[in-house]
């Protein structure tokens, strides 16, 4: 029997007549992978708000657009506890449609939007009384709490509330970097769709071709192969260097 190619790319699509990309493995891998390297660094939870940390714990992507929002946190403890906090409307889908989150642990978030809210009206505080609510629930209230990046109100708020914070980007880099087979086969694929775009660009290179023109032909060639999420483009190859980054389930 041939082995299996060690980066296969199967295809865009889920089957049910071959094994490609097994999610709900996938989602497994990586709650262990966040828990040992928690264990590993003595914290008692991670407490998240890169959109990228966020979509490795819990599995739940909303959009491109939330990326520099700050709206967003998810809450992972070392006792097993997942919680994401996300929009309103966002968090009534995640408990409709991700059956591997706990329906209440789906909650309306409390965020400033980056200022957008002003200081008394008292979000961070209610935001870190939340969080520091749920850390006494699963039983870490006092233990060290790893967060990637916040909010600097945030930040002090946490202290304020004497919550002992600890840098857990690291502790989710650490993580990160040891690759599943669900997640080398997403990279894989993720690498054949850019592929196939530059192919597209290639082709589409003349005189006279805009820069704005190519990135809109390797946007609308991304999307027609079902990219969940934005690519982002710097520079087409009709001005220089290009560089297409497509976001997969594989971060």
Partial sequence: MPDRPLAPAPGRMNVDFEERIDFARLRRYRLDRAKQAMEQSGLGALLVFDNNNIRYLTGVAIGEWTRDKLCRYALYTRTGELVLWDFGSAAVH??????WLKPENCIASYTTMRGAAPPASGLTARQVAEIKDRLKQAGVGNEPVGVDFAEVPTFFELQKQQIDIRDGQQVMLDARQLKSKDEIALLSTAAAMVD??????AEALRPGVRENEIVALANKRLYEMARTTSSRSTRSPAS????????SPTA
């Fill in 196 to 201: 196939g775009t530059y192919a597209d660009i």
């Fill in 240 to 247: 220089g260097a290009t560089r297409t980054r497509t976001t």
């Fill in 94 to 99: 995640h408990r409709l449609y991700c059956p």
